[in-house]
C-alpha cells in the first residue's frame, strides 16, 4: 500500500484577499476557504494555530512584554537616553550578547526600540514553539512526538529555496509521516512592496510549482499524499500613518520618564500614564481606538498582571504607527489589525476529506491531529 503522508505548508501572511486576487490554487484545492485568527502578529497567531489556544491561555501576545527586575535586558535599566546612531551600534551588540547567553530559542528582534526603556521589557516567548516542549500549552509537535508520528520540519531559520527543496527530496524518501513547512519570506516581501505587488503573485507561482513537484513526487514514489496549506494572518496595505509618539513628545511628556509605553507598528501599549493615553487617544482620532478590558477578553488578550500594557490602542486596518518602536518610516504593508477585518483573514486550502475544516487557526491543531491519526 501507498504510504500515507500529510504535508503541511504554512505560508505567513498569506490573507484570503491576496490568494483569491491571484487566484492562487484555485484548481488544485477543493476544500478552500478563509481562516480566522488572533489579535496581534506572528508573536500571538503562530503560538495559537499550532497549540489551538488564545493568546492568554498560552501566553504569547506581542513580542515584547513588561519585566521586573529578572528580564534579559534588566542591566539596562537607568540607561539615559542615547543618539541615535549610538543606540543603533548598542543593539547589535546587546543582540548578539543575549544570544550568546541562548535564553531566548524564538524568533525576536531589538529593532528601534529605545535602550533606556529596553531593560523594562523582555522578549515574550522565549521557547520554540516549532520545537516539543517551546510553549506553555501542548502543540502540534507535543502530540506527534507523544504518539511517535514521523516529521521533518523546516522554518524561517533556513533559507526558502533550499527549505522547499528539502521537503521534496524527504518526501522522495518515504520516511515520514508529516513534512511540515513555514516561510515567513511572502511575509516579508508585502512589507516592503505591497500585498497585490506582481513580485507577491511570482511567489505565490514559485509555490504553486513547489506543491505541483510534490504532487508528482508522491505519484512517482507511491505516496500517498495530502496537502494542508494555511497561513497564520492575512495583510493590509498601508494607506496612512499616526504619530502617536510625537504627540506625546510635543506635549512634554518623555518615554521613560513621564510613562512608559510600548509602540509597535498597530498597537500602542500603555503603562502608568494616564495623561499619555488621553494623549494617544487625540493622536488616533478616528483613525484608532483604544480596547476595552470587555473586548480584549473576548479576543483571549486579556492578561491579568497586565504585562502587555494597562491600556491597549489598536490602529484601524491600513493605519501605521510611525515612528513606532518597529521602524521609523513608512512600509507599504502590515498586518496586527482586528482580526475581524477581511483583510486580517489568512486560508486554509487542503484536500484532506472526512475532517471539518477549522474555522480559525485555533481548530488547526484538532484537524491536523484527526488527520493523521486516519490516514495512520
Known amino acids: 500500500m501507498a504510504r500515507p503522508v500529510t504535508l503541511v505548508f504554512l505560508i505567513d501572511a498569506l490573507g484570503w484577499e491576496i490568494a483569491e486576487h491571484f487566484g492562487f490554487e484555485s484548481g488544485s484545492m477543493p476544500r478552500r476557504g478563509p481562516l480566522g485568527t488572533v489579535l496581534g502578529y506572528s508573536s500571538a497567531a503562530i503560538p495559537s494555530l499550532l497549540s489551538g489556544t488564545r493568546p492568554a491561555d498560552h501566553g504569547s501576545w506581542a513580542m515584547f512584554r513588561r519585566t521586573g527586575s529578572g528580564g534579559s535586558f534588566s542591566f539596562l535599566r537607568g540607561l539615559p537616553p542615547l543618539p541615535h546612531a549610538l543606540e543603533w551600534r548598542a543593539r547589535r551588540l546587546i543582540r548578539r550578547w543575549n544570544d550568546r547567553r541562548r535564553r531566548v530559542s524564538s524568533y525576536y528582534d531589538l529593532y528601534e526600540i529605545p535602550l533606556h526603556v529596553l531593560g523594562r521589557f523582555d522578549v515574550a516567548q522565549k521557547g520554540n514553539p516549532f520545537e516539543p516542549g517551546g510553549l506553555a500549552r501542548e502543540t502540534v ?6 504518539k511517535g508520528v514521523s516529521y521533518r520540519l523546516w522554518d524561517y531559520r533556513s533559507d526558502e529555496s533550499a527549505n522547499l527543496e528539502a521537503a521534496e527530496s524527504v518526501l522522495a524518501q518515504g520516511r515520514h509521516d508529516v513534512v511540515f513547512v513555514y516561510t515567513a519570506e511572502l511575509d516579508a516581501l508585502m512589507h516592503r512592496v505591497g500585498i497585490f505587488h506582481e513580485a507577491v503573485g511570482a511567489r505565490l507561482e514559485r509555490y504553486a510549482r513547489f506543491l505541483a513537484a510534490m504532487r508528482e513526487t508522491a505519484r512517482s514514489r507511491d505516496v500517498d499524499l495530502s ?9 493590509t496595505d498601508v494607506v496612512e500613518t499616526v504619530d502617536v509618539w510625537g504627540a506625546l513628545s510635543a506635549r512634554g511628556l518623555r518615554l521613560g520618564r513621564d510613562y512608559l509605553a510600548f509602540l509597535d507598528s498597530t498597537m500602542a501599549r500603555f503603562w502608568d500614564g494616564a495623561r499619555s493615553e488621553d494623549v494617544a487617544a487625540e493622536a488616533f482620532g478616528a483613525r484608532g481606538r483604544r480596547l476595552s478590558d470587555d473586548e480584549l477578553a473576548s479576543l483571549g488578550c486579556l492578561f491579568p498582571g497586565r504585562e502587555y500594557g494597562e491600556s491597549v490602542f489598536l490602529a484601524d486596518p491600513g493605519v501605521l504607527i510611525v515612528p513606532s518602536f518597529m521602524g ?3 512600509i507599504a504593508a502590515m498586518h496586527g489589525y ?39
Not at 486560508?347 to 488527520?371: H, M, N, R, W, Y
Open 141 to 146: 509537535f507535543d502530540w506527534m512526538h507523544r
Open 227 to 235: 496537502i494542508v496549506v494555511l497561513s497564520d494572518h492575512g495583510m
Open 328 to 330: 521609523a518610516s513608512r
Open 338 to 376: 482586528h482580526p475581524e477585518d477581511r483583510f486580517s483573514k489568512g486560508v486554509f486550502f487542503t484536500d484532506v476529506t472526512g475532517v471539518p475544516a477549522p474555522a480559525s487557526i485555533l481548530g488547526f491543531k484538532d484537524f491536523l491531529c484527526a488527520a493523521v491519526e486516519r490516514s495512520r
